[in-house]
């Protein structure tokens, strides 16, 4: 009787401990950057403070950043948790830096009807035929690096290292069922249940999975995670561009506003802290400063509005051409450009040229008023003394040739309180 009781309440222990069991889950979709790198980072140090049997990380991505990717990577190999990259759900792909970072997992998994491949690092944009060799060679390098980087980490995680060098210097691409033939990942799952269903049992390292069962806790990013993902966007970066351009041309048309001058400096600033990891392309900065050069210009120019079209055309291909030499998902949409040069144009059209004209402008009041006027002299005039009666006001005069009281006088200057007139 009493080894039944030791066996019921052994069994009762175990259905407990078996429900107590969980795993980690994240999910990110999206662009890789440094706010992914960080939420992994993170969420890797909470699923090993919780005892987690291991952390899912549910990818989607077209690519991202290499140096977070080479972050995420390392973040993957010092992990004191067992990960597992499950690229789902189905339609979902682990295109660029998806591919490192699914090959870098201690469990590579994929959804059916889901993609992996096409890893070839982006190449930089074009420029002119003196910068096109220096250019050749910066894309070799490149390459070389990509392909030796994944090659390295294929091996350690003992997947296909051909193929996977492949995915870099050809740009393959291959879907989750080929992918476990080729043995590129180690298993096929449907859906999250049905993964740590195939997960249960399996040996990573010296520890064994139990996660039969077992209940996925989902870790949120945090606040800071979420703006600062939200924040690192090349829609954020041409705002911030357009606003250096809006304030500081403001300040110059409108001196003395101070406030868009300000912003307009430290949005300049934020932006070339950010284009340090978000490269942006010289050629469509280039294009860029001589629209808004060609907006100024015909200001002054009778051009009857040409420079201005010019201008518009020149920043449509430079905002156009900006991070074409981003990589995957880190390029600016139409839906972005096309009203940032409607804005822009209107910008110069409607404000600028009107506040920098106005600074051109004769003096609409004050004693400058005066300069230029035909009046009689009040009595003789000369070097030394003489007077002038204009605008219901008695003023000193002075004139280099002697003039007489009741004569035509021409105002030609102001000298203190003193009007400096010749002979007219």
């Given at each position: 009787m009493?080894?039944?009781?030791?066996?019921?309440?052994?069994?009762?222990l175990?259905?407990?401990?078996?429900?107590?069991?969980?795993?980690?889950?994240?999910?990110?979709?999206?662009?890789?950057?440094p706010?992914t790198?960080?939420?992994?980072?993170?969420?890797?140090?909470?699923?090993?403070?919780?005892?987690?049997e291991c952390?899912?990380?549910?990818?989607?991505?077209?690519?991202?950043?290499?140096?977070?990717?080479?972050?995420i990577?390392e973040t993957?190999?010092?992990?004191k948790?067992?990960?597992?990259?499950?690229?789902?759900?189905?339609?979902?792909?682990?295109?660029?830096?998806?591919?490192?970072i699914?090959?870098a997992a201690?469990?590579?998994?994929?959804?059916?009807n889901t993609s992996?491949?096409?890893?070839?690092?982006v190449?930089l944009?074009?420029?002119?035929?003196?910068?096109?060799?220096?250019?050749d060679?910066?894309?070799?390098?490149?390459?070389?690096?990509?392909?030796?980087?994944?090659?390295?980490i294929?091996?350690?995680?003992?997947?296909?290292?051909?193929?996977?060098?492949?995915?870099?210097?050809e740009?393959?691409?291959?879907?989750?069922?080929?992918?476990?033939?080729?043995?590129v990942?180690?298993?096929?799952?449907?859906n999250?249940?049905?993964?740590?269903?195939?997960?249960?049992?399996?040996?990573i390292?010296?520890?064994?999975?139990?996660?039969?069962g077992?209940?996925?806790?989902?870790?949120?990013?945090?606040?800071?995670?979420?703006?600062?993902?939200?924040?690192?966007?090349?829609?954020?970066?041409?705002?911030?561009?357009?606003?250096?351009?809006?304030?500081?041309?403001?300040?110059?048309?409108?001196p003395?506003a101070?406030?868009?001058g300000?912003?307009g400096v430290?949005?300049?600033i934020?932006?070339?802290?950010m284009?340090?990891?978000i490269p942006?392309n010289v050629?469509?900065i280039?294009?860029?400063?001589?629209?808004?050069a060609?907006?100024?210009?015909?200001?002054?120019?009778?051009?009857?509005?040409?420079?201005?079209g010019?201008?518009i055309?020149?920043?449509?291909?430079?905002?156009?051409?900006?991070?074409?030499?981003?990589?995957a998902?880190?390029?600016l949409?139409?839906?972005?450009?096309?009203p940032a040069?409607?804005?822009?144009?209107?910008?110069?059209?409607?404000?600028?040229?009107?506040?920098?004209?106005?600074?051109?402008?004769?003096?609409?009041?004050?004693a400058?008023?005066?300069?230029?006027?035909?009046?009689?002299?009040?009595s003789?005039?000369?070097?030394?003394?003489?007077?002038?009666?204009?605008?219901?006001?008695?003023?000193?005069?002075?004139?280099?040739?002697?003039?007489?009281?009741?004569?035509?006088v021409?105002?030609?200057?102001?000298?203190?309180?003193?009007?400096?007139v010749?002979?007219?």
């Amino acid at each position: 009787m009493r080894w039944r009781h030791f066996i019921a309440v052994a069994g009762l222990l175990t259905g407990i401990a078996a429900q107590a069991a969980q795993v980690g889950l994240i999910q990110i979709n999206g662009a890789i950057g440094p706010a992914t790198a960080n939420y992994i980072s993170r969420a890797i140090n909470t699923a090993a403070s919780q005892n987690d049997e291991c952390l899912i990380i549910q990818l989607d991505t077209p690519g991202g950043l290499l140096q977070s990717t080479k972050e995420i990577v390392e973040t993957l190999y010092s992990s004191k948790v067992p990960t597992i990259v499950y690229v789902s759900p189905s339609g979902a792909s682990a295109g660029s830096a998806g591919v490192f970072i699914t090959l870098a997992a201690d469990v590579a998994v994929m959804a059916p009807n889901t993609s992996i491949g096409a890893a070839h690092p982006v190449e930089l944009g074009g420029g002119s035929s003196g910068m096109e060799s220096t250019n050749d060679i910066m894309r070799q390098k490149m390459e070389n690096y990509a392909s030796a980087f994944v090659e390295t980490i294929a091996d350690k995680r003992k997947r296909n290292v051909d193929w996977a060098k492949s995915a870099v210097i050809e740009s393959k691409a291959t879907t989750a069922e080929k992918a476990l033939q080729l043995k590129v990942i180690d298993l096929i799952a449907t859906n999250v249940p049905d993964l740590l269903k195939q997960l249960d049992g399996k040996k990573i390292g010296d520890k064994t999975l139990h996660t039969a069962g077992a209940t996925a806790v989902a870790i949120p990013m945090i606040l800071s995670e979420h703006l600062f993902q939200a924040f690192w966007q090349p829609e954020v970066m041409m705002l911030l561009m357009l606003v250096a351009i809006y304030g500081i041309i403001a300040e110059m048309s409108h001196p003395g506003a101070i406030f868009p001058g300000v912003a307009g400096v430290m949005a300049l600033i934020l932006l070339l802290y950010m284009s340090a990891t978000i490269p942006i392309n010289v050629a469509g900065i280039a294009l860029i400063l001589l629209a808004v050069a060609l907006f100024i210009i015909d200001i002054f120019a009778p051009t009857h509005g040409v420079l201005t079209g010019g201008g518009i055309i020149a920043f449509f291909l430079g905002a156009l051409m900006l991070f074409n030499g981003a990589p995957a998902g880190y390029h600016l949409p139409l839906t972005w450009i096309i009203p940032a040069t409607v804005v822009t144009s209107a910008f110069f059209v409607f404000f600028v040229s009107k506040g920098i004209r106005a600074q051109f402008l004769p003096k609409q009041a004050g004693a400058e008023t005066m300069i230029g006027k035909i009046v009689d002299a009040k009595s003789r005039i000369d070097a030394a003394a003489g007077t002038v009666f204009i605008e219901g006001e008695i003023w000193n005069a002075r004139s280099d040739s002697p003039v007489e009281a009741g004569q035509n006088v021409e105002i030609v200057g102001i000298e203190g309180l003193t009007l400096k007139v010749k002979p007219k």
